[in-house]
């Protein structure tokens, strides 16, 4: 029985399996356009095989951004990619949808609105906090014209606590930023001494609901009625941007009756993230305007596509619908009673975590007051001089079971505090906690085992090589072997050395011998030689150059070979084996 035919002309027109064809024996182009094509299965593969040593997003607990969205908003996106949403009357519908997120969010922040009237505000693509300095600084710039003043030295007022992007923006329009510096007493900006710093000059203050560093809100309200006697002695009309980054979607939700907002007369603008906890696929950022008076003319462009104005403020001119179309979607599927039931559950497990980690022996810098802060942990070790290991080498600890926990230092004059902090998002369960907690109660007992000098070395080897981390230097042997040709890796036999004696025991930080006294050393490739390697190939290979080195550690070895997460893990286990 003749089960299938070819056909003629078609001899070779059969696709070769990924890893059969020569694409998996030759380096991915990486500097310059190739001059063949290549079927989309083998760039497919290729791609997503190096995407695998990418951190896992799921947990990644540095990150504010969403990493889960229901199948029904991932299939809207899909079929919005090829939408350019600057195209106002080719996709009119598509318009529409952000206009309906802007008058959402216009009344969800209480703008003082008319039942029909249409909100102020842009979506963007990592711009509103710029967008909104620059509406400062020519609301400030005309009022002063206005006056026959000074049009020079503006600046602009926020706690050091504040994001980077801040840091862009009065830099990007030549503003002086004035900080209100953090204290280990006091982490966040105090409304007093912002208010303290306003002169005739000032554009605008910044207060950020929900701080980067340790998830606090800033107390909007006591800057606003300091402001407002302010403004009424002295006629400057100093307003406020609310950076809601992360607290626009949590707290509207969770504490309705916390006064932040266009409730207060100085909140000129605010800004949120619709991929933070508006629990959209990144990026999708909002600003909105208490109202027109806010947003000078000059800055807004205007066309007339659908038939009635439409104001245009925004940086980009090109960018994709589908996050918009996602947040929509969210907005419709949630409504209020959904928002606030995830936020209750994140709120809870964030309450969960810091009574464990007290329990553990951790202070807690974060507040779990839902009124002061956001669903997240901020954390330290307790001071003690005789410990070996700090926040960072806890952070590298849980790295290598997955985990991507930030350490790092308060806000400046407060840095010489170091934290952890682990941020609640939509996805991040009661049961995914009880896993962090066990691999943190692990760690810690890893750590406490350690002396002085293993946890130095651990610490140099991380420095060297950036263990775990990105945009790192590769071990040497790593390089070695990854550049070497193929063929020549397996047709090189591993073979049995004798035990080394302790002179020749690698030390951290010792000069490795030379290539040429490596027992099956591999031999340099030439340029055309070069190859990737997926995870368990690696294995096979680091396996085998343990096997040369020092056969009786094999063993020892082979649980923390499992493990790993990234080509240069493998090889940290190995020095971190020949350092003892």
Known sequence: MVLSAMVPGEENSVQPHVFGSKWSRESIPKYELPAEEMPPSTAYQLIKDELELDGRPALNLASFVTTYMEPEAEKLMEESFNKNLINYEEYPITVELQNRCVNMLGRLFHAPLSADEPALGVSTVGSTIILSTLAMKRRWQLRREKEG????????????????????????????ARYVFCTEDQMFMDPKQAAAMVDENTIGTVAILGSTYTGHYEDVKTLNDLLVEINKKTGWNVPIHVDAASGGFVAPFLVPDLVWDFRLPCVASINTSGHKYGLVYPGVGWCIWRSKEFLPDDLVFHVNYLGADQASFTLNFSKGSSQVIAQYYVMIRLGKNGFKSIMENLQETAIFLSEQFTNMGFEILSSQDPHKGLPLVAFKLPKDESRHFDEFDVASRLRERGWIVPAYTLAPHADKSKLLRVVIREDFSYNRAELLLADLKMAMEFLEGQDAKAMEARREAHKQYGIGHHHHKRHPLAVQVADAPLKSIHDTAPTQQPAAT????????????????????????????????????????MASVIAMKTTGQVQSLQAMLIESQTIDDLFLCCESVAAH
């Open 149 to 176: 003043k000074s049009k020079e030295k503006p600046n602009l007022i926020m706690g050091a606590n504040v994001q980077v992007c801040w840091e862009k923006a009065v830099r990007y329009l030549e503003i002086e």
């Open 502 to 541: 302790p002179s020749d025991t690698a030390k951290p930080g010792a000069a490795a011998p030379s290539d040429a006294t490596k027992p099956g050393a591999v031999t340099p490739p030439d340029a055309s030689g070069k190859d990737l390697w997926d995870k368990a190939s690696w294995r096979d290979v």
